[in-house]
């Protein structure tokens, strides 16, 4: 069986080559010509606004990352990275 390779869409080479699976299964690819890996069809999720101030509101109230993560259908990881960007840098002594 022949499998075509796709072209990279920034550079458009066709040079690539298999390189692994990303986390959720799907084929990774990689570019001989510029050295960057990339996905087909990728299916990034943009989380807009009103979604970020809802997920602000839900950490105020202290419910558990895993709770707020199946709530509003995002990665767990991704909302500990956003909780922490948002802690304050020096909040000095918790009581």
Not at 34 to 61: H, N, S
């Amino acid at each position: 069986m022949f499998f075509l390779m796709p072209a990279y869409p920034i550079c458009a080479s066709s040079q690539t080559v298999k390189n692994g699976r990303i986390h959720n299964g799907k084929q990774r690819f990689k570019c001989h010509a510029c050295g960057r890996q990339f996905v087909e069809q990728p299916t990034k999720k943009v989380i807009d606004r009103p979604m970020r101030e809802l997920i602000d509101r839900l950490l105020l109230e202290r419910i558990s990352l895993a709770r707020i993560a199946r709530a509003v259908q995002v990665s767990e990881q991704w909302l500990q990275y956003l909780s922490m960007r948002n802690m304050p840098r020096n909040p000095g002594k918790c009581r």
